[in-house]
């Protein structure tokens, strides 16, 4: 199985979450074409099988009996720049095709149709079974709206992620506009945390409130001293006016406190980040959370100026759902 790579704290564009969608397939007989999109895990089902045969979590076409190959066609939630691919055939151990290809195209007034000129930003690569497949995609300047999955000839893949960075004009966000500038779809996301044994750090700026407690950053039960965190890239930097915690369903397992850290970074890989961190300047003091709860805070915030990266640091542990940043950009 091979090994995630840096690309992947970047945001995936193909998620399920931000309105990405199946909007095509030559063939989905045995699994359903949205799965492909779907932000969990696949997941496996034992001695469940439907009218077609065994359930699976993820894109399954037919046994192909003659020339030819399968694929599908995916509209992306949120258009842009794409850095790289993971096509995932978790659970899909004898029924995996051998091999896959990913084109692109970028259509943004309506999906592609036979003039549409795609550009191949994948070529041909070996799949094996119950695996994730890691690729990096170096297409400089050119953003995409829809995905094409390639797989030959037939069998089942169980996700795409396809991560990268949306496409932003900030020079139509006027100085003057407060706007959330960690929202994942302006571009902020997630780099490094010490922990997220029970919820990603990805969460954490998806839009709206978590739909439940999977929906969040949640780290495990600490039983020594310190306390857990999480570092964040800002979509754009700017100044913070505004910061919103929402400890939403959780309950009996928030944060006694929380704070937050900031700078303005410029190079650096999510690993170097992560250790200066410790060093940024508090741009929030510790602050008491409540269960359930939407805790907003502007009076509390020191005036650091511009900022473009976080670190927000719980005490000592638990869950968060969402923390938002309101501020104008630089």
């Known amino acids: 199985m091979s090994k995630e790579t840096d690309f992947c704290t970047s945001v995936n564009l193909a998620s399920a979450r931000l309105g990405t969608e199946v909007i095509y397939a030559t063939d989905d007989f045995f699994a359903d074409k949205s799965r492909l999109v779907k932000d969990e895990p696949a997941e496996w089902r034992e001695d469940v099988y439907d009218d077609n045969g065994k359930w699976m979590d993820g894109w399954e076409s037919r046994r192909k009996r003659g020339e030819g190959y399968d694929h599908c066609l995916i509209r992306l939630g949120l258009p842009g720049y794409i850095h790289g691919l993971d096509i995932d ?11 896959a290809s990913v084109d692109a195209c970028y259509s943004p007034n309506g999906d592609p149709d036979d003039n549409t000129e795609w550009q191949t930003i994948l070529d041909s690569v070996n799949l094996n079974g119950n695996s994730h497949h890691y690729h990096a995609v170096d297409i400089p300047d050119r953003d995409f709206t829809h995905i094409r999955l390639n797989i030959y000839p037939d069998g089942g893949v169980a996700r795409l992620r396809v991560y990268g960075h949306p496409q932003i004009d900030w020079s139509q966000v006027s100085p003057e506009q407060e706007i959330d500038l960690l929202a994942v779809e302006n571009g902020g996301k997630a780099l490094a945390c010490n922990d997220q044994h029970f919820g990603h750090m990805s969460n954490l700026n998806m839009p709206g409130r978590g739909v439940n407690m999977g929906d969040g950053w949640e780290t495990a039960r600490r039983r020594e001293p310190g306390n857990d965190w999480v570092v964040m890239q800002l979509g ?4 913070i006016n505004r910061v919103v915690i929402d400890t939403a369903h959780f309950k009996g397992n928030f944060p006694d406190k929380c704070s937050i850290q ?31 709860t939407i805790h907003e805070y502007v009076q509390q915030l020191a005036d650091i100026g511009p900022i473009n990266m976080i670190r927000l640091n719980i005490f000592p542990d638990g869950g968060l759902s969402r923390i938002r940043l309101f501020g104008t950009r630089q």
């Not at 754009?236 to 100044?239: A, E, F, I, K, P």
């Not at 961190?277 to 409540?290: D, T």
């Open 89 to 99: 055939t978790t659970h899909f151990t004898g029924n995996f095709p051998p091999s």
């Open 262 to 292: 900031a700078a303005f970074v410029q190079g650096g890989t999510p690993d170097q980040m992560a250790t200066q961190s410790l060093y940024w300047r508090e741009l929030l003091p510790p602050q008491n959370l409540a269960a359930h």
């Open 236 to 239: 754009h930097s700017g100044t």
